[in-house]
């Protein structure tokens, strides 16, 4: 029976409302044992069958049903728990991986147990069993009682003793087990053990599986084991928080910071220097054995190190000011909760919360938990991190949506109570909330590699590859032609450091680095350096509406008053309020905008531009009042003209707000009563209309000039509000009349109607000017948000995602007065799709949706939706930019190519997700991104064409030593300086070169096609440019040698007695005889002279690698002063090496004559105007064979 039990567990469902996951009883092992199993599970998802058949597929013998029981043999029978289950707190140590029988009182299903676990405990007291004895017996333990053989659901080799069983759910499921915990499979292979991660992934991402919000209090006081008047006992409180663990969100593991140290030194190019060092000091140890060393190499493998590490370094402390994603969920936290235990009112850390608690919030308060509202009273919360929606959002007791992120009785963990008071149930607690599954959804999304990080892997392959082609190539021909194996093993390590850029390394950290620092000046703050290029790559922006595409907050859009809509000025300043004001209604309509009004500026704030004072009320409220002040003046000094007497504020109820007022008119003693609200709830309660200062009777045709207003101006996606007052009969209503609002002993109908007005939360003027660029660059923008398809839509044709002729599915219907079923979907170019659409969706028909369509907006998603949306742009092989504010947005930024986050609105956890802030929250800084990171492509690509092309010049010296025998032309530390020396500083001065004028009228480039180093690239480098220098080396290297007495012919196969150190007497061309240090001294001149050479080509190299189509003459030769620079220093650097280590000979250098440095110049002249005519023939005939093949 032992082993019965190790590879199965039983669940009993009983027919009550099922509590998800609950702690299984525990028992004793002794030899005559008691099973106790656990309550029910939800099983809410399970497909159910017939117990009798499950019984029978499970092997046993007799199967008998009771009372929410499966009797598969008569020693096993089931028990009930005379306490209500909750949730149990999933433990990482203790795992078993195993199939449950999951039964219910007349159906049951099999299914795979997520894990299970044991532990030794004492039976609780509480739990009672009947009839639970069965043998532990000796016996073969393959053979339950009826005989039937069950071998095959031995899943493990060995068997221990089973104490207690839990059933755990999906979440650390990656985990590890430890020590006896570890179990090895054999016979049948668990499916569930292979994509764990990717199982936590997939049920993170599946909508909120919750009924709560369906439930009557009474069926939440059973689900939960509590009571709403008395709470929970802190005995149960207690043992629920033992059993769940704290209401906390759980850290993911974190990488030790020496593990990112180490990966900054051993990623990308540097790994081909670690391979050079090396190779670099096996040469010296062979050199060595054969005494003949050198301590060159021995140099040439610190220097490579050096660079490793320092570049390592710098690196590693660019990528160290990223922060941890969930420290900044952490700051979210709650810290104190007003719970209900034991009949009394008690504040304790949130984190001591456990479901069932009963839990009250006000104003002010960050909701501690997911809660169930069961009173409310004029609650107001912000959900705008949550579900992006910018609007305070009612919160009350009326089950008002099936989806519970709408429905009103929900409150969410760390959203914030804005107004009102409530009491809850809490549903959830820690990773369980809303707010830790998007923790976890964050956290666990892995970061794919981003395109550049591709790239420079291709580049390291394309290097690593030749450099090793060659070098075995070399070696063959060296051992062909008699050489000694070491010295071709020599030649083989020196050709193959030869071909590793040891300066590119550099270059591409530090270029990264400063055109980041160029991008934060343009309000861009990088936090991924390699995050810079992915811009320049991306084409699909999916961005958030609500602080990116808008300005967050409220503004008043369109008045609606005399029969006429007029339109308000919703610029950041508002200034320009145009529309008619002097009318006898706007005067009552300012009025009661002014008056009916709960919100305040703070004190203090005179100085500071209206539209930027703080304020005190919801976002509603506080547009009104910013209007009031801009259009009337001060406020505050009109309300005091104005006393308020009584109020009552506005509620889901009522849905109007109401107040009365004296007037400041001294001769008129009558109260004002103002009221704003619903703007049908308001004209129900009017019996006139205001038009042209006088009222009216409300007749139909005033009633349906209201309707079309109030249509159109909902149509536009803007809230809207109705306006009413009425003046009090002084008669009725002296001065000294007691208003009770409880009673409410004063009218409250047959008031007059006085007009609409709407509010937006509006774009940002830029923001239609980036979306255009963005199209003209061939990058799709895709809205993504939470808020209404309405207002949605509304905003993404104000700044043209939708364009103005385009129309969606629903557009054309309403045109052609059809349904939108019977709407030929091909017809529309533009699609709005709404969250609960998308649930439906399977991944093909997202693929198909977002092919099909250019324009698109996604509304009412939920933060799961929005991770799914990006993965599916990802899967069209998009490079997928991310823009977002709320912790609703954080796995998508996670999961983006690039992540952009909102650093004035954005919350810390979107920051900490992202690669990328934008501190001015302006989409249009994106635009200015993006020009960057194409930017940093091109003048990465020239940079790597500019460092490839002297390779060749360094090879072919190795080559014509090892095949024609002459004296070495270059070496190695000669080529080292080359490389780190002369060519550093003009590699990084191509960061700073313009942009060329097409940049933005190019189609964003394939990741997988438009590679930094491709063919044409490669070859125009090493076979065109590359040659040419390699000859102007020769050129010079020859001129030396035979200015000395050796001409050209007599250096062939002159290696030999060139390199004996017994030969003092070696003749020249004219027969004088070279001693081995004099010849030794021409050698270093010889180095020093193709040093001279490969640096004065390399200056025609860097100009003319300012542009690859346009001729440097129409970028500029004098724009980007920085190349001067670098012109300057290669010059420095080799004056320094030639005249100051060259006086001493140091480092293989000697003093060069003046006359040497000029004979290379003739061919960088060469290199100028054969790489113009290059650039002339693929401008003058596009698309043809010199576009193709010469344009890299």
């Known amino acids: 029976m032992p082993h019965l039990l190790s590879a199965w567990s039983l669940e009993i469902n009983a027919p009550v409302p099922a509590r998800p996951l609950r702690q299984a009883t525990e028992v004793q092992p002794h030899q005559h044992r008691q099973l106790a199993v656990c309550q029910p599970l939800n099983y809410s998802d399970w497909q159910r069958t017939d117990a009798a058949q499950i019984c029978t597929e499970a092997g046993g013998g007799a199967c008998t049903a009771l009372v929410g029981a499966c009797l598969c043999n008569a020693n096993v029978v089931a028990v009930t728990s005379q306490r209500p289950g909750l949730a149990h707190r999933r433990s990482g140590r203790h795992r078993r991986f195993g199939l449950s029988l999951s039964i219910t009182a007349w159906r049951a299903t099999i299914r795979p147990a997520r894990f299970i676990t044991a532990r030794p405990h004492p039976v609780p007291s509480h739990w009672s069993a009947s009839g639970l004895d069965y043998q532990t017996q000796h016996a073969p333990a393959t053979e339950n009682l009826s005989g039937t053989n069950i071998a095959p659901l031995l899943l493990f080799q060995k068997t221990i003793e089973i104490y207690s069983v839990e059933l755990n759910g999906t979440k650390d499921i990656n985990q590890s087990d430890q020590g006896d915990d570890k179990f090895k499979f054999k016979g049948m292979k668990n499916k569930d053990s292979e994509p764990i991660k990717s199982q936590e992934k997939e049920e993170l991402k599946k909508e909120l599986d919750l009924d709560d919000h369906r439930l009557s209090n009474t069926e939440l006081e059973q689900k939960y084991g509590t009571n709403i008047i008395q ?21 993911p593991k974190q990488t030790p910071e020496i ?30 054995v054969n005494n003949t060393a050198s301590l060159d190499s021995v140099y040439l493998g610190a220097i490579l190190i050096l660079v490793v590490i320092l570049t390592g370094i710098f690196a590693y402390y660019q990528e160290a000011k990223s922060t941890n994603i969930m420290a900044s969920f952490s700051k979210m936290i709650p810290q104190q909760a007003l719970v209900i235990r034991d009949s009394e009112k008690k504040t304790i850390p949130a984190e001591q919360l456990v479901v069932g608690d009963i839990v009250e919030i006000k104003g002010g308060d960050q909701i501690p938990a997911d809660i169930r509202l069961v009173f409310s009273q004029g609650c107001k919360v912000d959900n705008s991190s949550l579900t992006g929606e910018s609007e305070p959002q009612a919160r009350s007791t009326e089950f008002t949506h099936e989806n519970p992120l709408e429905t009103k009785n929900i409150g969410f963990y760390s959203t914030t109570c804005l ?8 549903i959830n607690t820690g990773d369980r909330t809303i707010i830790g599954r998007i923790a ?93 290029e992915t811009l320049g790559s991306t084409s699909i922006i999916c961005s958030d509406k609500t602080g990116t595409l808008t300005q967050n907050r409220m503004t008043v859009a369109h008045l609606w008053f005399d029969n006429q809509i007029f339109v308000a000025d919703t610029s950041e300043n508002q200034t320009k309020q145009a529309f008619d004001q002097s009318s006898g209604t706007w005067a009552s309509l300012s009025k009661i905008i002014t008056l009916c009004n709960r919100a305040e500026f703070r004190p203090g704030q005179e100085s500071v531009p209206i539209m930027k004072r703080a304020v005190v009320g919801d976002a509603s409220e506080t547009a009104l009042l910013k209007f009031s002040e801009v259009v009337l003046g001060d406020v505050m000094e009109i309300r005091k003209r104005n006393r308020k007497v009584a109020e009552i504020p506005f509620n889901s109820t009522n849905k109007f707000q109401l107040s009365i ?71 009725e209503f002296p001065q000294t009349y007691p208003f009770d609002v409880d009673t409410i002993n004063f009218p409250t109908s047959n008031l007059c109607f006085v007009g609409l007005l709407s509010m937006i939360d509006p774009p940002r003027s830029t923001v239609p000017d980036a979306v255009t660029k963005c ?55 533009a699609a709005v799709v709404t969250g609960m659409e998308l649930k439906d969706m399977t991944p093909e028909q997202l693929d198909e949706l977002l092919t099909n369509y250019q324009e698109i907006v996604f509304a009412r998603t939920s933060p799961q939706q929005k991770l799914i949306i990006v993965e599916g742009c990802q899967r069209q092989d998009a490079v997928v930019a991310v823009t977002g504010d709320g912790v609703n947005d954080s796995p998508a930024l996670k999961k983006a190519d690039i992540g952009i986050a909102m650093g004035i609105a954005g919350s810390d956890a979107a920051k900490n997700a992202a690669d990328m802030v934008l501190l001015d929250d302006n989409f249009a800084s994106i635009v200015t991104g993006v020009e960057e990171g194409r930017l940093i492509f091109d003048n990465l690509k020239k940079t790597i064409a500019y460092t490839l092309t002297k390779n060749i010049a360094e090879l072919c010296p190795f080559l014509l030593y090892i095949i024609s025998g002459i004296p070495l032309p270059i070496g190695t530390i000669t080529i080292l300086f080359i490389d780190l020396g002369t060519d550093i500083i003009p590699s990084i001065a191509l960061a700073y070169e313009k942009a060329e004028s097409d940049i933005m009228n190019r189609k964003p480039r394939h990741k997988k096609k438009d590679r930094l180093v491709n063919q044409q690239l490669a070859v125009y480098s090493y076979l065109h440019i590359g040659l040419m220098q390699a000859l102007g080396g020769f050129l010079v290297y020859f001129t030396v040698y035979a200015q000395e007495g050796f001409w050209p012919t007599s250096l062939i196969n002159l290696r030999v007695a060139w390199e004996a150190d017994d030969i003092n007497d070696l003749e020249d061309s004219y027969g004088q005889e070279w001693t081995r240090y004099q010849r030794k001294y021409l050698e270093f001149t010889g180095y020093t ?104």
């Open 661 to 731: 007022h004296e007037t400041e008119d001294p001769n008129d003693k009558r109260f004002l009563m103002v009221m704003k609200g619903a703007p049908e709830r308001i004209l129900e309660k009017c019996s006139t209309i205001m038009i042209n200062g006088q009222e009216q009777p409300l007749d139909k045709r005033s009633a349906d000039a209201f309707h079309t207003a109030y249509m159109e101006l909902g149509g536009l996606g803007e809230r809207v509000l109705g306006f009413c007052h009425l003046y009090l009969p002084a008669d």
């Open 440 to 532: 976890s959804l964050a956290s666990g999304v892995g970061s794919e590699k981003t395109p550049i990080a591709i790239e420079i892997e291709h580049f390291v392959h394309i290097v690593a590859g030749v450099a090793v082609s060659i070098g075995v190539i070399f070696f063959i021909i060296a051992v062909c032609m008699k050489y000694y194996v070491l010295d071709a093993i020599i030649f083989l390590i020196s050709i193959i450091v030869a071909n590793v850029p040891e300066g590119l390394l550099a270059t591409v950290t530090v270029t990264l680095s400063l055109t980041a620092k160029r991008m934060a000046k343009k309000n861009c703050l990088v936090k991924n350096l390699e995050a810079v």
């Open 1089 to 1192: 002279a193709f040093f001279v050479a490969i640096m004065v080509q390399q200056i025609a190299d860097l100009i003319i690698r300012k542009t690859r189509r346009n001729s440097i003459f129409q970028q500029g030769l004098f724009r980007n002063k920085v190349i001067w620079v670098g012109i300057a220093s290669q010059i420095i650097v080799a004056l320094i090496l030639s005249y100051g280590l060259g006086s001493v000979t140091a480092l293989s250098f000697t003093m060069l004559r003046v006359q040497y440095w000029f004979v290379a110049v003739p061919h960088a002249i060469l290199i100028w105007v054969y790489d113009e005519i290059r650039k002339l023939f693929i401008r003058l005939y596009p698309g043809s064979w010199w576009d193709k093949n010469m344009y890299y």
């Open 419 to 426: 107004e009102g008071t409530a009491t809850g149930i809490v």
């Open 231 to 251: 709470g929970l006992s802190s005995i149960r409180a207690t043992e629920l928080l033992a059993r769940d663990g704290p209401n906390a969100l759980t850290p």
């Open 775 to 829: 199209r003209s660059a061939g990058i799709k923008v895709i809205m993504v948000t939470g808020d209404h398809p309405i207002t949605a839509k509304a905003i993404a044709k104000s700044v043209g995602i939708i364009s103005a002729n385009n129309e969606t599915v629903e557009d054309i219907a309403k045109r052609c007065g059809i349904a939108v079923e019977q709407v030929n979907k091909r017809e529309a170019k």
């Open 259 to 288: 593990i990112k140290f180490l990966k900054q030194m051993v990623g990308g190019f540097s790994i081909l220097l670690w391979i050079g060092a090396i190779l670099c000091w096996i040469a010296y140890v062979i050199q060595y």
